[in-house]
Structures are given as C-alpha cells and as structure tokens.
C-alpha cells in the first residue's frame, strides 16, 4: 500500500525544496520522483499553479546551448511552505497519535 502525496502535500514539497536552491524543471521533478514517486506529469501542473498563485517564479539560463527554466520561491511562496509545514506537523501529530493507539482529544 502507498501513500499518495497530493495537494497541499505537493505543494509544500515543491516550495521546501526550493526554499533551499533555486532549481530548473527537470532536476525538480526527478528529484521529486526519487524521493516521493511522484511523476512529472503531475508535478509540472503544481509548479504552474503555484506559480499562477505568485509563490514561484521563472527565469531561464542557458545550458550547452538551449535553455533551462529555473523556478525560484517568492516571499509569498515562503508563507505558504511555512503555512504548509504548519498544517503537516498539525496532520502528522494527528496521525500519529491515532496510529500509536491514542485517542483524538
């Protein structure tokens, strides 16, 4: 059984690893599937979105003569990773109070 990250899941995945280094499209979306088996087809709709939400920005440099779209996190970006980080520790304290057998208070 997996897991599915989706959502707000994705989306502060996305912003966390870009709150560290900017990093072009590709090298984004495999080191997403790497780590969360996410595919590209899903991830670049994310990237768009957040984009479209003013949390990520673009710019391209040029690489052995093409170019490559860079994405870079955006101060209102950085608010919702932290918005995002909050809403998981609340979520996984949740879980994992009812999967060790406790009880929701």
């Not at 966390?16 to 280094?21: G, N, Q, R, V």
Request: charged share 20%; with cysteine; hydrophobic share 30%.
């Amino acid at each position: 059984m997996a897991i599915q990250a989706t959502g707000i899941l994705l989306d502060g995945c996305v912003l966390s690893l870009l709150a560290k280094e900017d990093a072009y499209g590709y090298a984004l979306t495999q080191q997403m599937k790497t780590t969360l088996g996410v595919s590209e087809s899903t991830l670049y709709p994310v990237m768009r979105r957040l984009q479209t939400d003013n949390c990520l920005t673009t710019y391209d440099m040029p690489h052995n003569g093409r170019n490559r779209r860079y994405y870079k996190i955006t101060e209102q970006g950085k608010a919702r990773y932290n918005e995002c980080q909050a809403k998981w520790t609340d979520f996984k304290s949740r879980i994992d109070t009812v999967l060790t057998g406790g009880l929701l208070q």
